[in-house]
């Protein structure tokens, strides 16, 4: 389930006009104070489902780097989504960064949401956030087009979705003003990164612990028999 160029735009449209639709329906402003923050709450909204979203598919890539991944037929479903929720991400991240440069109030602006540590608001996480968006970019435009890169580049430009996850999860705790409230959430990403990678580490040892089994039963069973006098 490879998403075309036209059908990526068409997604990434519809998603725009979704969450833009949804906020002025479901948040409607009846005060002053609530019409100044609705756009803040709809850019700490998407930046938490964003945030969400990249654990997946980082996750699911986690799972996909199985060694026998060829024939672990549980790949054949996941690949797909890991392949695919990408769009998503990219789509709520759009809304992310254009709620913060259209909210007058938060003191990001268009320097601030573009180039690391010209924020007003909290400067560092908010550029933390940043160089997390232009390496996401990278890994998502090196993954579709892998064939005009050298062979082996794109997987080693690929592995950045770690680092790009890192500094989401540390722009959300760091930037944020609900962080207490959401640290649940932030302690349950953390576990399901750390127990993709645990699981991930475990399968390697068992097939290699099994590798070796083998190629010690065969020598065994190949060795000679030795020639007594007896």
């Known amino acids: 389930m490879k998403f075309s160029a036209r059908l990526t735009v ?18 409607p402003a009846t005060s002053e104070y609530q019409a100044q923050i609705r756009i ?11 945030l969400i979203l990249l654990t997946a598919v980082v996750v ?16 054949k479903g996941i690949f797909p989504w890991h392949e695919s929720v990408w769009v998503f991400v990219l789509a709520f991240l759009a809304i992310h960064v254009i ?8 003191g990001v602006g268009i320097g601030g949401a ?8 909290r400067s560092v996480p908010v550029a933390l956030g940043v160089i997390g968006l232009y390496a996401f970019v990278v890994t998502v435009i090196t993954a579709r087009y892998t064939k005009l890169l050298p062979r082996g580049l794109w997987l080693r430009l690929h592995r950045l979705s770690a680092v790009v996850l890192a ?5 959300g705790v760091l930037a944020g003003t609900d962080t207490e409230a959401l640290r649940p959430l932030y302690w349950t990403i953390a576990g399901a990164v750390v127990g993709a990678v645990g699981y991930r580490y475990w399968v390697v040892r068992l097939v290699t612990r099994r590798a070796r089994a083998a190629a010690v039963a065969r020598g065994v069973e190949t060795a000679p028999v030795p020639v007594t006098n007896d």
């Open 60 to 75: 699911m890539g986690v799972l996909l780097s199985h060694p026998r991944q060829p024939q672990w037929k549980t790949a």
């Open 10 to 27: 068409v997604l990434l449209a519809a998603a725009v006009m979704g969450i833009l639709w949804a906020t002025d329906q479901i948040l």
């Open 167 to 171: 500094l989401a999860w540390l722009h």
């Open 114 to 121: 573009l180039v690391p540590g010209l924020s007003e608001y």
């Open 40 to 50: 803040w709450l709809a850019a700490r909204a998407t930046g938490i489902v964003t």
């Open 99 to 106: 709620s913060l440069v259209a909210d007058p109030y938060a």
